[in-house]
């Protein structure tokens, strides 16, 4: 039976799954129990159908739907803080990824204090 020649990756090259599983481990308990829980994937879904499409996109005339709620504000795991609709936004992926690697540091960027 023929074997498959091993895939070679370039070097650092990491399953998205992988790095998905070490951001969940190195995140706060507390954080991370709040976005399991049953009532924010309701609020979220609640909150992406009263506001369908991305914020950031509208502000440039680009049409495109939103699939994260952010929170305008970081939370740092405050509960009043983190269930205030008042301060969340619908953002597209795209866009949620340069607002938190504008914010918190990524990229080279300077970690901004809120």
């Not at 070097?11 to 308990?29: C, I, L, M, N, T």
């Amino acid at each position: 039976m023929p074997v498959r020649p091993p895939v070679h990756r370039p070097v650092g090259w990491r399953e998205q799954r992988d790095r998905d599983r070490d951001y969940d481990r190195k995140r706060d308990p507390v954080v991370r129990k709040l976005y399991r829980s049953r009532r924010w994937q309701a609020e979220r879904l609640s909150f992406l159908r009263e506001h369908p499409l991305c914020v950031d996109c509208e502000a440039h005339g680009v049409i495109r739907p939103a699939n994260i709620v952010d929170h305008i504000d970081p939370h740092r795991g405050d509960e009043t803080v983190f269930w205030d609709r008042d301060r969340w936004q619908a953002l597209c992926a795209s866009c949620h990824s340069r607002k938190t690697a504008t914010s918190d540091g990524g990229f080279g960027n300077p970690r901004r204090s809120v």
